[in-house]
């Protein structure tokens, strides 16, 4: 099959191919569980691919990446000079509007270069849904220093905002971006743009400090408690142990039910297993080793719930002050 004729998913899937399994694997983890399901479908459909065309792929994939970073660096018409330089007019136009066209050049992008004091003192007076609605487009950390610096009431009704936020009308992003025009650039979407969800006001305050966190969640609590819970329980992840010092590791470890922690290092990265493995005695490393060996297969679902189960120590250990969860807001400072 001519490259020119693939799709999208089956250019993917020979991409994760080409790149071997062990990098397949970590890019699955970045996937939602539809788009995992496509792709492996495509990977289990593809034909004999020639060296040539694998060649071809891996190489359009590099162009897209390089292209991705003029335009985080410079913009799109710095991006699209560079590439005219280096690949020709056509090539790069092509790059570009592939680029464009899978919106991942984002409205608001000029914000995402702005100081963070000068987007306080310009957005603090704006209604809480536009703050929301330009904070999905700013990077985490920058939303998490504008959040952290409004009044406590306006935190979690902005909080609560982003989090069921889904999709956002062009012409609604154009308008609050006629707002800011005057004194900034303005980008342009000409298609519906997903933007908000729980995960991002799950990013947002993992790098907000302790306190900020707390009044936004406890809030929501009493507001919105499913809401709550499913946030609390995206902001620290089984994987996210290796964020922990190993005082707090060994601190947790003993709250830990050895059956539980043999299931839920049965689907934990090599990474993990090691940082655990060398929190706790020799003896008690060996016995857990023994047991996940005789253990054999298990269900992912069982494996994640054990995990969760020992996510939901850390959570209660850090609650009581025991042990120190590091995010972005210099709160992990240790006097």
């Known amino acids: 099959m001519a490259q020119n ?18 990098i397949a694997a970590n890019i699955y983890r970045f996937l939602r569980e539809e788009d995992i399901e496509q792709l492996t479908l495509e990977i289990a459909n593809l034909a004999k691919v020639s060296t040539e065309q694998k060649n071809d792929i891996l190489e359009e994939f590099y162009q897209m990446l390089v292209a991705q970073n003029y335009i985080t660096e410079g913009g799109i018409e710095y991006a699209k000079e560079v590439l005219e330089k280096a690949l020709g007019t056509q090539k790069a136009v092509e790059i570009i509007n592939r680029l464009t066209s899978s919106l991942q050049v984002r409205p608001f992008d000029f914000i ?4 963070p004091s000068q987007l306080l003192n310009f957005l603090q007076n704006e209604n809480s849904q536009t703050i929301a609605l330009i904070m999905t487009y700013m990077t985490p950390q920058q939303s998490a220093s504008l959040l952290s610096s409004l009044p406590p009431e306006k935190q979690v009704d902005i909080a609560r905002r982003v989090a069921t936020m889904d999709r956002t009308s062009p012409d609604i992003i154009l308008e609050v971006e006629k707002v800011l025009e005057r004194q900034m650039a303005t980008v342009v979407t000409e298609d519906y743009t997903s933007v908000g ?21 406890e809030a929501l609590e009493v507001d919105n408690p499913e809401l709550a819970e499913e946030i609390r329980r995206r902001m620290f992840v089984f994987e996210d142990i290796l964020t922990l010092d190993n005082r707090s590791i060994q601190r947790t470890l003993r709250e830990v039910d050895n059956q539980d922690l043999t299931l839920a290092l049965k689907g934990a990265s090599e990474e993990v297993k090691k940082r655990i493995f060398d929190n706790m005695s020799k003896r008690q490393s060996e016995m857990i080793k023994e047991d996940m060996e005789y253990m054999g297969p298990v269900r992912l679902k069982d494996v994640e719930e054990a995990q969760q ?21 210099g709160d992990e400072i240790i006097v």
């Open 197 to 217: 969800g729980i995960q991002a006001v799950v990013n947002i305050l993992n790098n907000v400090d302790r306190g900020t966190e707390k009044n936004i969640i």
């Open 5 to 22: 004729k693939l799709t999208g998913r089956q250019k993917a899937a020979i991409l994760v191919v080409s790149l071997g399994p062990e």
């Open 309 to 329: 189960k020992i996510v939901n120590i850390i959570r209660k250990l850090e609650d009581a002050g025991e042990i120190i969860i590091s995010r972005g807001g």
């Open 112 to 115: 995402r270069k702005a100081d």
